[in-house]
Nanobody
């Protein structure tokens, strides 16, 4: 499975950003992790292959929305009300079977999100 992420950039606090990830196969659960400077990579959000269930890191609930379009083999992460602590490299991820918050089976390259205060 190949994953290609895009959409990162520099945004002011309170702004919005939309990350996208295109997959070579769309029948897997997919999601996003992030790694902030000097911190470990953490799970952010995930969505089942059918799109019927979503999962979020508690601290992003209400601000992050994950969605997918299987016809286009893409998963998106809408990020609203960005905060400086959201600054991180965001990685697209996919799982062969069930979603695990500690690891993924496939990774895309990261896309950098920088939030200025």
């Amino acid at each position: 499975v190949q994953l290609q992420a895009s959409g990162g950039g520099l945004v002011q606090a309170g702004g919005s950003l939309r990350l996208s990830c295109t997959a070579s196969i769309s029948t897997f659960p997919m999601g996003w992790f992030r790694q902030a400077p000097r911190k470990e990579r953490e799970f952010v959000a995930a969505i089942t292959w059918s799109g019927d269930r979503t999962h979020y890191l508690d601290s992003v609930k209400g601000r992050f929305t994950i969605s997918r379009d299987n016809a286009k083999s893409t998963v998106s992460l809408q990020i609203d009300n960005l905060k400086p602590e959201d600054t991180a490299v965001y990685y697209c991820a996919a799982w062969t079977f069930g979603i695990a918050r500690t690891m993924a089976d496939y990774w895309g390259q990261g896309t950098l999100v920088t939030v200025s205060s």
